[in-house]
């Protein structure tokens, strides 16, 4: 199965700058990754797929870079609703498989 | 808006089966991938596995041996078997609906937290 590894584990950054989250993939998927948010007590959200599609009221604030092995998700302002974790998802192969995740904190 | 809703015993003995259904509304059960997906503090978050609405599945291979998809269309909802259990499947299980191979999970249930212990 592919092995997807985010980094950092945790990445604590001020509100109003800018984050950037990274996903790598054990074997190239092409663009098949997603990107989730999740909130304590809360099931994931899905924020982002594919080259740059995001979901159904996603602010355009979010937005992701890369093909192959190594993705990226930024935040271009962060808010105070944006403090959370993220998960990258690849769907070229099954299994779908998940990063560990990042979470994200307030600096 | 499409709402999704697990239920299911939230306490299972090892090495009995865990049964869980998810309730699908506001969406044609036509027209999504319906799938499990479980998160654990120690595996994180799983892909179990999804069901079309013909009834063609598609496992987790890690999971194969065990699991079980269902789905019954009239009643708009799917189900999850898993047989054997352990202290390892303590998790909480998601329904989620997929509209196709290149998308993501586009709609989540709340989770239902089940907890494999004697």
């Known amino acids: 199965e592919i092995v997807m590894t985010q980094s950092p584990a945790t990445l604590s950054v001020s509100p109003g700058e800018r984050a950037t989250l990274s996903c790598r993939a054990s074997q190239s998927i092409d663009r098949n990754l997603a990107w989730y948010q999740q909130k304590p007590g809360q099931a994931p959200r899905l924020l982002i797929y594919g080259p740059s599609t995001r979901a159904t009221g996603i602010p355009a604030r979010f937005s992701v870079s890369g093909s192959g092995t190594d993705f990226t998700l930024t935040i271009s302002s962060l808010q105070s609703e944006d403090f959370a974790l993220y998960y990258c998802?690849?769907?070229?192969?099954?299994?779908?498989?998940f990063g560990q995740g990042t979470k994200l904190e307030i600096k | 808006q499409v709402h999704l809703q697990e239920s299911g015993p939230g306490l299972v003995k090892p090495s009995e089966t865990l049964s869980l259904s998810c309730a699908v509304s506001g969406a044609s059960i036509s027209s999504y991938y319906w799938t499990w997906i479980r998160q654990s503090p120690g595996k994180g978050l799983e892909w179990i596995g999804h069901i079309y609405s013909d009834g063609s599945p598609q496992y987790n291979p890690s999971l194969r041996s065990r699991v079980s998809l269902s789905i019954d269309t009239s009643k708009y909802q799917f189900s999850l078997r898993l047989t054997s259990v352990t202290a390892a499947d303590t998790a909480v299980y998601y329904c989620?609906?997929?509209?196709?191979?290149?998308?993501?999970?586009?709609?989540w249930g709340q989770g239902a937290l089940v907890t494999v212990s004697s």
């Open positions: 998802q690849q769907y070229s192969t099954w299994p779908y498989t």
């Open positions: 989620a609906s997929l509209r196709g191979y290149a998308y993501g999970f586009s709609h």
